[in-house]
């Protein structure tokens, strides 16, 4: 004979399901999404600007959260990807996949690149032969130079240029193709918007915005029109 669960049991299960339920229901009210626009100065879409948003709410975080790592590549004479995004103290590891030798140099980017003071990091990659794997080197992005924005180069090839945004807030990201830069779940509440742009040396202001559970939708423009990259 089958033994009778007692009610109070069932009622406590209940109870219980009924507040998970609606604890997470009040946690999904309590974030907002954010889609913010970057533009040029003639008003076209800008890629690869980083949007950088900085919730008043400082104990959330995102679900997916910020890279502690990524890899640089050197090949045909660029960095690639041109612009990384990562969190404060992480790991970049720098591959050479040219033939010939690169050095990776790195100062502040913007205006305080002009200043020769803000030294950051050096190395040299030897160049990869053929049938083996490229040269690499690893750096860890937990010093004040290497915080924000850095310019990498090369000392022997003049020309190559890089970036890295080393992210304090958890909530950043680079524009799409269209100048899109999309958050999700953020902190309902008041927040601070900037952008950043190699292009654009001197900062332009921040923005002050309003995350609710309406979706939000913000413009940020630069001051300068980016050079084109070369491909």
């Known amino acids: 004979m089958r033994k009778a669960i007692p009610r109070l049991v069932i009622r406590l299960t209940t109870i219980g399901t009924l507040l998970g339920t609606l604890l997470a ?15 040029d100065k003639d008003g076209k879409p800008v ?3 980083v949007v950088v948003v900085v919730p008043a709410n400082k104990s959330a975080l995102p679900r997916t959260p910020l ?13 690639i990807p041109a612009v990384t995004v990562v969190a404060v103290g992480a790991k970049v590891n720098f ?3 040219d033939p010939w030798d690169h050095h990776v140099r790195s100062s502040p980017a913007g205006m305080g690149q002009f200043n020769t003071t803000n ?3 050096e190395l040299r990659l030897e160049g990869k032969s053929d049938g083996k794997p490229g040269k690499s080197s ?4 937990d010093r004040a130079g290497v915080v924000g924005a850095t310019l990498l180069g090369c000392f022997i090839h003049g020309s190559m240029r890089g970036y890295i945004y080393a992210s304090e807030s958890p909530w950043a990201a680079k524009t799409s193709s269209e100048g899109i830069a999309t958050f999700e779940d953020l902190p309902e509440g008041a927040a601070q918007l900037k952008v ?25 423009q630069l001051t300068v029109v980016p050079r ?4």
């Not at 084109?228 to 491909?231: D, F, N, P």
């Open 67 to 79: 890279a502690a790592q990524a890899t640089i590549s050197q090949e045909k004479m660029q960095f």
């Open 25 to 39: 229901m009040g946690t999904a009210a309590q974030a907002g999404n954010l889609v913010v626009s970057v533009l």
């Open 138 to 141: 690893e750096v860890t992005l």
């Open 196 to 220: 950043w742009h190699p292009d654009q040396l001197v900062d332009i202001a921040p923005q002050q915005v309003t995350v609710g559970a309406v979706l939000a939708k913000n413009v940020m």
């Open 47 to 49: 890629q690869d600007a």
């Open 228 to 231: 084109r990259r070369r491909s």
């Open 95 to 97: 591959m050479n996949n």
């Open 119 to 121: 030294a950051g990091f």
